[in-house]
């Protein structure tokens, strides 16, 4: 086995398409894992045992990065030479940034798991909405607009991980 070589194409992600079949997906992740899981080369060279793990590492963020919409949709920009810096608002539209506010609001006053349920509920559909919106936007190679939906499903999404946090039982 021979070191990754450096290559921005993420398991076989070349089409460059925001649309990914998770199955075939899924599916082309067990069959990399297949032949490169360090499991398959315990009895190998230490060289070879380091190879293995890389490849392995590679595979697994590559599977992660692909299968999530945000992810994969950040990745996409990235290969088109598009960034979102961390910790900037990307000229955020007000009615945008007060429907979040308002969202975090109801998430801390929320008692009963009903409630949860229901910004749950508005969060996943809002989610499901905004993917829709930069599925379309990258098949018609308009980058900009999809910065600025990905950007308002990573505020999405940070609402998503503190749902989740409230859920743990401390």
Request: glycine share 2%; charged share 35%.
């Amino acid at each position: 086995m021979k070191g990754p070589r450096p290559c921005k194409d993420r398991m076989g992600f070349s089409n460059r398409s925001f649309r990914v079949d998770t199955v075939k997906l899924q599916h082309r992740y067990q069959q990399l894992q297949r032949l490169v899981h360090p499991d398959f080369f315990s009895q190998r060279s230490q060289t070879e045992r380091d190879f293995s793990e890389k490849h392995s590492t590679l595979v697994n963020d590559a599977y992660k990065t692909l299968l999530a919409p945000l992810s994969r949709g950040l990745y996409l920009l990235k290969l088109h030479g598009i960034e979102i810096p961390e910790g900037t608002d990307y000229e955020m539209d007000r009615q945008f940034l007060v429907e979040i506010m308002d969202i975090n609001e109801k998430l801390a006053e929320a008692q009963s798991e009903a409630a949860m349920k229901e910004i749950e509920s508005i969060v996943r559909a809002k989610q499901k909405e905004l993917t829709d919106n930069v599925s379309r936007a990258f098949e018609q190679d308009d980058f900009e607009k999809a910065k600025e939906i990905l950007t308002k499903m990573k505020y999405f999404s940070n609402v998503e991980e503190k749902i989740k946090l409230k859920k743990i039982p401390l």
